[in-house]
């Protein structure tokens, strides 16, 4: 296991204290990163696989039809963005 500090900078490069800001500034960026790729996908593929989608269902129980919304892309980008967030 290899700390983000280490292959980005070096290993004896920084601080202790320095390593800790880098490996959370790695952290944070990688993160949002992954979460920017998750809400472009949903926004390019899926738009109704934005939000929970509670609501769509509940407007679906009550006799409205949503194509598109229990359809295989809303699937796909819905799981896949899950990986991508959690």
Same mark, same amino acid.
């Given at each position: 296991w290899r700390e983000m500090a280490e292959m980005w900078v070096g290993e004896e490069a920084?601080?202790?204290?320095?390593?800790?800001?880098?490996?959370f500034a790695g952290y944070t960026c990688v993160s949002m990163l992954l979460t920017t790729l998750a809400s472009w996908?949903? +926004?390019?593929? @899926?738009p109704y696989a934005c939000g929970s989608g509670i609501a769509e269902i509940k407007v679906m129980l009550?006799?409205?039809?949503?194509?598109? +919304?229990?359809? @295989?892309?809303t699937l796909v980008i819905k799981s896949l963005?899950?990986?991508l967030v959690v």
């Open positions: 920084l601080s202790p204290n320095g390593k800790e800001w880098v490996n996908l949903c +926004l390019t593929f @899926a009550g006799g409205f039809v949503i194509k598109k +919304l229990l359809g @295989a892309w963005g899950l990986a």
